[in-house]
């Protein structure tokens, strides 16, 4: 039986070098029998994480503000895998991926001691240069403090404009990745 993967799409870019790095590792993933689902944060409505520690009272919807994260958090509670998946910008990862991240700590929250439910783990990034050092940093060290399993990250470089990565071999990287997961 295939696994659940969730994707966190971070990019604006409908058609942009992350989501080729998508569609890729989604025909992959799909291709080894697995369940994706995809969540394009730019259109979504997310406000960002209060700090107030009022979340976790109810897991079908544990924020206290109600919005389009209520959409995510059933996938993410059931998935088995986490893939976030973004553009560089200014050496970190998107604002609106990181303001979704930010959220799911309503979901520790129904934990009494806070704990993230565990998860594998997928990074895909696609940027203009290659200064994805601050981001993987990121990326290792959540994944050690809320003890998600890195399954493994696909970092394409020197893909500024739209299209730019067709043709890539980081797209072949991507589609691989998505089919090792069983």
């Not at 990019?11 to 029998?33: C, D, H, V, W, Y």
């Not at 991926?97 to 993230?116: H, P, T």
């Not at 439910?117 to 240069?129: H, Q, T, V, W």
Request: hydrophobic fraction near 35%; aromatic fraction near 10%; glycine fraction near 12%.
């Amino acid at each position: 039986m295939g696994k659940k993967i969730i994707i966190l799409n971070g990019s604006p870019r409908q058609k942009g070098n992350t989501a080729g790095l998508i569609e890729a590792f989604t025909k992959g993933a799909e291709s080894s029998g697995n369940t994706v689902m995809r969540f394009d944060l730019q259109k979504m409505n997310i406000h960002p994480c209060l700090g107030c520690y009022g979340g976790g009272k109810n897991p079908d919807s544990p924020c206290v503000q109600k919005d389009d994260m209520d959409q995510i958090y059933p996938y993410y509670i059931d998935a088995d895998v986490v893939v976030l998946a973004t553009p560089l910008y200014y050496w970190s990862m998107s604002g609106q991926l990181k303001c979704a991240f930010d959220r799911l700590f309503a979901v520790a929250e129904c934990d009494s001691g806070y704990n993230n439910p565990k998860k594998d783990s997928i990074l895909l990034m696609a940027a203009e240069g290659n200064g994805f050092d601050e981001t993987v940093y990121w990326y290792d060290h959540l994944s050690q403090h809320i003890g998600w399993k890195d399954l493994g990250r696909v970092l394409a470089g020197g893909v500024m404009n739209v299209g730019d990565i067709n043709g890539s071999e980081k797209l072949t990287e991507a589609e691989n990745l998505g089919a090792s997961i069983s």
